[in-house]
């Protein structure tokens, strides 16, 4: 690959990496203003909580049926 080729590259990959790092730091308002008291990291331990508990109840259903 040319040298200009890649400078094209790394032009192109540093535009995303500025969406996604401005996306990531919306997000992370958002879920604060919503109330999750650590953003990002507390919804997704919110999330997984919900699902272990939905697999849970889906055991339990299942064993009793």
Same mark, same amino acid.
């Given at each position: 690959? #040319?040298?200009?080729?890649?400078?094209? #590259?790394? &032009?192109?990959?540093? %535009?995303?990496n500025d969406?996604?790092?401005?996306?990531?730091?919306?997000?992370?308002?958002? *879920?604060?203003?919503?109330?999750?008291?650590?953003?990002?990291? *507390?919804?997704?331990?919110? &999330? /997984?909580?919900? /699902?272990? &508990?939905?697999? #849970?109840?889906g055991n339990? *259903?299942? %064993?009793?049926?």
């Open positions: 690959m #040319k040298n200009k080729d890649l400078l094209k #590259k790394v &032009a192109k990959l540093e %535009s995303i969406q996604l790092a401005a996306e990531l730091q919306y997000l992370e308002r958002l *879920t604060r203003a919503l109330g999750f008291a650590a953003g990002l990291k *507390t919804l997704k331990e919110a &999330a /997984l909580e919900m /699902l272990e &508990a939905d697999q #849970k109840k339990k *259903t299942e %064993s009793n049926g």
